[in-house]
């Protein structure tokens, strides 16, 4: 029981590590890039790995569809744009405009999609990884004979010495 305790706390600093940077990130591309490629697209897909990485260092395996209920908020979140409930809300407050978007753009799902895509696609690779190494740490079973296999051919060869 310790040793998965250990795990999950691995995990966890895991999460909130890419968490952080991502969101990091998320700042730096918001407040300096002004771009027409890296601040409306990569930007939009980071956010979907960033909401992502914060819930799944609260909740671990807690949640087996994590990634698609972080997509399907991003897309609520996207649609309320279209009806300007920052404005609503918050007022002329640019903190929120900024956190929670001011303008509806079916590109914006798209990338969300494209976020999603590739978190499914790390977590496969991870889990895979995962079993792979716990596969080559189980122990090997004691083979109750050693003797080699003999080929088919030896073995025709023995049973025509036997029966002659």
Known sequence: MPERRVGMKKERIKY????VITFILEIIIAKYV????????????????????????IFLDKIKLLSLYVLILAVIVEILQYFNYAQILFGDNKIAKTLLGSSFDIKDILCYVVGYLII??????????KEAKQWQTRKKPIRMFTRKRRSLKQQATRLLQRLT
């Open 120 to 129: 499914i696609l790390i977590e496969k690779i991870s889990h895979e990884r």
């Open 16 to 19: 909130i590590t890419i968490f």
């Open 34 to 57: 002004h771009d027409k490629i890296i601040r409306p697209y990569i930007g939009d897909a980071l956010v979907v790995i960033c909401l992502y990485t914060f819930a799944k260092s």
